[in-house]
């Protein structure tokens, strides 16, 4: 008996709980999001002109995708090139990426991102309303950032060439 007391009285205090605790998923949208923009780069292909040196991804306006992404993926590789990520603080920072995100705090600067990596061949990804008329090529919808949607046309106008996995994935494509 006094064995029972002293194992209730210790999952007690080692804070056991009878119902599970409920794991909301935007607590983790960031490692997502972080997860499908390293992806994207996987299945998108760049001119030849953009093949060589460093992949920049980018981040502009959400800390977490960007530390997440400096954390597990600057280590990585996307064909030859190691990736490196930047992290801009305002719009006049934006140089060359190969990838920019545009997170949703800075979504009204998404005209201004888009103008600044226009003349470059730059996957523009946000997940901003709208996103996709304000020039993304790949834009979150809804909430956790598990589904997208693609506009080909924008894709084409950066002369990026999108693979048929990412466009069959894509919650909607233009």
């Known amino acids: 008996m006094r064995l029972l007391i002293a194992i209730f009285i210790f999952l007690s205090l080692a804070g056991f709980e009878h ?100 003349s470059y061949n730059t996957l523009l990804v946000s997940e901003a309303k709208g996103g996709l008329s304000k020039g993304a090529v790949i834009n979150f919808i809804g909430p956790g950032g598990v589904n997208y949607e693609i506009s080909k046309s924008n894709a084409k106008k950066h002369k990026l060439v999108v693979a048929s996995r990412l466009l069959n994935l894509a919650k909607k494509v233009e």
């Open 19 to 118: 119902s599970p605790k409920k794991v909301d998923v935007k607590d983790y949208s960031y490692r997502l999001k972080a997860a499908f923009i390293y992806n994207f780069a996987t299945l998108v292909d760049w001119p030849s002109s953009r093949k060589s040196g460093d992949f920049v991804i980018a981040v502009y306006g959400d800390d977490a995708v960007y530390n997440e992404l400096k954390t597990r993926y600057s280590v990585k590789s996307v064909g030859a090139q190691k990736v490196k990520v930047v992290k801009y603080a305002s719009t006049t920072q934006i140089a060359k990426p190969h990838i920019l995100f545009v997170g949703e705090p800075k979504g009204r600067d998404l005209s201004t991102a888009k103008s600044k990596v226009s």
